[in-house]
């Protein structure tokens, strides 16, 4: 066993027991804090996948996460309250806005794809600003969270079962996205990154995966959005706005760009950092504000993303 | 004699929008920055000529005051920082700007505190004047929509007919050969960011007093700026200009007339909200669409002209133009 | 020593320290901080502390500890806050949301972990009458009634064509429904600009075009100072008369907009000349620590932190009792600066209505001179929907 399949275990099994510590501390409010962190992972790695390992510099991510939300919010109010309906329909309804947003932004590149997608999301936002039955502005609350119907041995609806069915998922979706980056498809999203009109000339359908990358990672960016509706049992057109989608890329960078921990590592810093200096001053921006421009300044002489995959195009 | 008021709205706020996207679009198409802090010089022109006007009792004073301030600081900026950016990838350039956005608005925060500042209608332009009939209009507003067309002119004239705009055309096309020829390219780039900072400025300190001076009131505008961009054409003045009076009459029309139109068929509230909702789609909308149709905006430069051949002055130039070259 | 002393010992001390903790009384204060609408924040911040302090920093005759936040105008943050004060601060009362908004995203978090929340503002409809909860007091009014108020002068005045401005949002949707419920002349529009919007261009300009008798406004914070300063700078004609409450008229306002509201005519429920001992000696304690009058903001705080001090000694200081608490406050028996004051059957205050006109102070100072009563032992038009008691 390698040092870092050693470290992740440790990690886990601490993640998995910690629960129990802070409870009977009595620091429970700790418990959402971690799970607001592992939210923010699993939504900092979906980017990771495209903007780390495809290149696609997309600014309107966070609306995957508002969909998704907002998707199981609506079904709430309507009277559907089982996760087994409501998490699908939302990530149903994730996958068909990417594969719409997606298709139109994709056709351009660069600087344009960028304005493009912030457009689009912009968009969503003020849809969802409009739409006074749902909230508005205002937000959107749901009364209860959504139940699997096993409360009796996983209590999703109280914060540790809650707590431990996102470290379930979270962990599930990092080895996905592992095995994606380390599969085919994830070669060739590297190559199209490295020189997209090399592997359009040797014939790959270029537009086709970068589709398909986009939306699997607005799934997960979506799937996100559904826990961090849950957890919160609120949710409002501001996780949409287009700075979230520039946290969540902040988040991104500070935690590694285009390596495979990037998500998890940024969310831990960037939350816990949050947490940390909002206890010594509401001016936290400032530090990180400073912390974020040294570290660009600092890749300024070379901005390098890993070629950790280890094989070489040349077997393309 | 409605529409003649809200029409006088719309033009306000294409100008003054024109004025903020006008720095935008000169540094993204000059020097290939993008420069997410622009917004934090607009929230600085309106805090620092609010606080000149404080200190010195006099709204002009404050404004000239204002405006010097955001040269000098935007040079600072540029000498400091910016130009570390200029051969840096996007993302790098967005990422950067970013973590500006951060640090100027805690210190913001940190220097003037959270409260919004005061800041009135200087008293010489509180009254309204008489338009058309009965109606009245503002002094103020209709001082800053003579104020946006002045500037306008202003910098149209020196793009295109003076020596400085020949050097900043030139020197985003080839860098090294006008170098060669003895134009310090260095200063010129200092010189574009500056002028971009005090347009963005101006455009904040004069919509401050019908808004409010607080932190973060740069943000809200930026990303109409960026479509405004976008649209027009990244680099081009005149294209900033038509795309701002585009931009900035769908929303404005939008907002004025929309809650009207759908309040015939929906209760009060939800058109209220549904309309400036669906006047800010429009916006992007018309952004996507004019993407689609011309994916380099409207009159990017070396653009074939939009105007019909026997309108045209000069024959239409290469359409293989990169970004990176500025025009009038 | 042997196990039993140093069982009992410890038995002992972990009764000392459960005893120590639970006499100290936690309020969270979260308000409105910065921004725009930080106005009436501030104030509420300050009338707070005032009380506090006149207290001597023992409310209730318990040791307190003030938590003060700032809710950043924004649902979804204000809600984690409410989170943070309500879980990790332990808070036992909170109190001082100022926009019906933010109150119904954070209040639920208070409420649902069987605390109190004590609104020193905000009253929308929903908490006064089905969702009312028996955690959920108010020491302000219902959102409707100032505005219900107004309504009601207006019909007496005689006002044939009216409009209405309103922000919206909850708060604004109630203040339309409170005027309608007692004008019975015609409402020739209704105007919503969005909450926190500082630009009136669009609706003066629509104003202009119907040329009503009468325009009511509801604006709050930075809203209405705009708002006042933009329509006079329009040189709207003088047959529009304006009308509003005291959300858009108060000291608040006043040091903003300076003469733009001279004359204004409002509806309120308490003004710096209301004649109690009270009243009198909080605006005198207000103006010697804090150089400026109280707004209506500030004498709600104040009041909100008196009716706490009054229940808390009721109870004899078991502050760690919510149910005990929650019955002491709704038999409230406090006196008011305001003077006369309730609890209705929905923990709502049932009080008198005034109509004030802005006018100019002794020492030149703006303010609200109370001109008549409007609405008398007013509650609210929710009460009868509230079935728990």
């Not at chain 2, 109606?135 to 149209?156: D, M, N, P, Q, W």
């Not at chain 2, 011309?294 to 070396?302: K, S, V, Y």
């Not at chain 3, 909860?133 to 002068?153: L, M, P, R, T």
């Not at chain 3, 008369?241 to 308490?270: K, R, V």
């Amino acid at each position: 066993m390698n040092r870092g399949l050693i470290a992740v275990i440790v990690a886990g099994l601490g993640l998995l027991v910690l629960p129990m510590v802070l409870v009977s501390m009595g620091q429970g409010f700790y418990l959402g804090l971690l799970t607001r962190i592992m939210i923010y992972a699993l939504a900092a790695t979906s980017l990771n996948l495209i903007l780390g390992y495809g290149g696609m510099v997309s600014f309107g991510h966070a609306a995957f996460l508002g969909i998704g939300g907002y998707a199981v919010a609506i079904a709430a109010q309507h009277g559907i309250g089982t996760a087994w309906v409501a998490w699908p329909m939302a990530l149903g309804a994730v996958a068909l806005f990417a594969t719409v947003i997606g298709a139109i932004s994709l056709r351009t590149q660069g600087v344009h794809f960028l304005m493009i997608t912030l457009a689009l999301a912009q968009m969503v936002y003020y849809v969802f600003v409009s739409l006074r039955g749902y909230g508005g502005d205002d937000g959107l609350s749901m009364s209860r969270r959504s139940s699997f119907g096993w409360e009796a041995w996983w209590p999703t609806r109280g914060d540790t079962g809650f707590y431990y069915l996102v470290l379930a998922l979270l962990a599930l979706a990092l080895l996905c996205a592992h095995r994606l980056v380390r599969s085919h498809f994830g070669r060739v999203l590297i190559g199209v990154r490295e020189n997209e009109a090399r592997m359009s000339t040797i014939g790959y359908p270029v537009y086709r995966y970068k589709l398909a990358a986009f939306v699997i990672a607005a799934v997960l960016c979506g799937l996100a959005g559904v826990l961090n509706v849950e957890l919160n049992r609120f949710i409002s057109p501001s996780v949409m706005h287009w700075s979230q989608s520039g946290m969540l890329m902040v988040i991104v960078i500070v935690g590694g760009l285009g390596r495979p921990w990037a998500g998890v590592v940024g969310a831990t810093v960037f939350l816990g950092l949050e947490e940390v200096l909002s206890h010594y001053t509401e001016r936290w921006q400032l530090p990180l504000g400073l912390l974020l421009l040294a570290l660009v300044l600092a890749r300024v002489a070379g901005w390098r993303l890993p070629r950790d995959t280890g094989k070489s195009l040349q077997h393309v | 004699m409605l529409w003649i008021e809200q029409l006088l709205n719309g033009l306000q706020y294409s100008l003054m929008l024109f004025l903020f996207a006008a720095g935008l679009t000169l540094v993204f198409g000059i020097m290939n920055l993008v420069n997410l802090a622009h917004g934090s010089l607009y929230m600085l022109g309106a805090y620092s000529a609010a606080t000149v006007t404080a200190l010195s009792g006099s709204y002009a004073i404050g404004l000239l005051g204002a405006l010097v301030f955001m040269g000098l600081f935007g040079a600072l900026l540029e000498i400091v920082l910016i130009r570390r950016l200029y051969r840096q990838d996007h993302l790098t350039q967005v990422l950067a700007t970013f973590a500006l956005i951060l640090i100027f608005n805690e210190s913001v925060r940190i220097v003037w505190g959270v409260q919004p500042l005061r800041y009135d209608i200087p008293a010489a332009l509180s009254g309204s004047v008489s338009i058309v009939g009965d109606l009245r209009y503002s002094a103020y507003r209709l001082a800053t929509i003579a104020a946006g067309v002045v500037v306008a002119l202003l910098l149209y004239w020196m793009v295109s007919r003076t020596r400085v705009g020949m050097w900043v055309r030139a020197g985003a096309s080839n860098r090294e050969m006008v170098q060669m020829m003895g134009v310090n390219v260095r200063r010129l780039f200092t010189a574009i960011f500056s002028l971009g900072a005090v347009l963005s400025g101006l455009a904040g300190a004069a919509l401050a007093p019908l808004m409010s001076v607080q932190v973060g009131m740069g943000e809200e505008v930026l990303i109409l700026a960026f479509v405004v961009v976008v649209v027009g054409g990244v680099g081009s003045i005149r294209g900033a200009f038509i795309a701002a009076l585009l931009v900035g009459m769908v929303d404005s029309m939008g907002r004025a007339w929309l809650p009207g139109l759908l309040g015939a068929v929906l209760p009060a509230h939800i058109a209220s909200d549904l309309g400036p909702a669906l006047a800010s789609m429009s916006v992007y909308l018309l952004m996507a669409v004019v993407l689609m149709v011309r994916p380099m905006g409207l009159f990017f430069p070396g653009a074939p002209s939009l105007l019909p051949k026997w309108l045209r002055r000069h024959p239409p130039m290469a359409a293989n133009a990169a970004p990176g070259r500025a025009s009038a | 020593m042997n196990r039993i002393t140093r069982w009992s010992l410890s038995f002992l001390a972990c009764m000392g320290m459960v005893a120590a903790s639970a006499a100290e009384l936690r309020i969270g204060v979260m308000t409105t901080l910065s921004g725009a609408q930080a106005v009436p924040g501030v104030d509420m911040r300050d009338g707070i502390e005032l009380a506090v302090k006149q207290l001597s920093g023992k409310v209730g005759g318990q040791q307190t500890q003030l938590i003060v936040a700032d809710d950043q105008f924004n649902p979804g943050a204000a809600k984690q806050i409410a989170e943070r004060l309500v879980k990790k601060d332990k808070v036992q009362v909170l109190t001082g949301i100022i926009y019906s908004n933010i109150l119904l995203a954070a209040a639920p978090v208070a409420l649902e972990s069987g605390g109190i929340y004590l609104s020193s503002n905000a009253g929308p409809s929903q908490y006064a009458g089905e969702q009312c909860d028996s955690g959920f007091f108010s020491v302000s009014w219902q959102n409707d009634a100032v505005h219900e108020a107004a309504g009601k002068y207006a019909n007496d005045k005689g006002y044939k064509r009216v409009l209405l401005v309103a922000p919206n949002y909850p708060a604004g949707r109630d203040a339309t429904t409170g005027f309608r419920r007692f004008f019975k002349g015609e409402v020739i529009d209704e105007l919503y600009p969005k909450l926190g919007q500082l630009d009136f261009a669009v609706e003066i300009a629509r104003l202009r075009e119907q040329k009503p008798d009468a325009v009511y406004f509801f604006l709050p914070g930075g809203m209405g100072i705009n708002f006042a300063k933009q329509y006079r700078a329009a040189g709207i004609p003088e047959k529009s008369i304006l009308l509003t409450s005291q959300f858009s008229a108060d000291q608040d306002t006043f040091a903003a907009s300076g003469d733009a509201m001279l004359g204004i005519y409002n509806t309120g429920h308490w003004s710096t000349d209301t004649d109690t001992a009270e009243s009198r000696e909080f605006v005198a304690a207000f103006e010697k620590a804090y150089g400026r009058l109280p707004s209506f903001y500030a004498s709600q705080g104040y009041d909100a932190i008196m009716m706490v001090d009054a229940a808390v000694r009721a109870i004899g200081g078991n502050v760690d009792d919510p149910k005990a608490l929650r019955k002491a406050l709704s038999d409230s028996k406090f006196k008011s600066v305001r003077g006369k004051f309730s609890l209705g059957t929905n923990r709502f205050p049932v009080q008198d209505f005034f109509l004030r006109v802005v006018s100019r102070d002794a020492k030149g100072r703006l303010y609200n001179k109370t001109e008549s009563l409007v609405l008398s032992n007013h509650s609210d038009a929710y009460a009868t929907a509230c079935k728990q008691r």
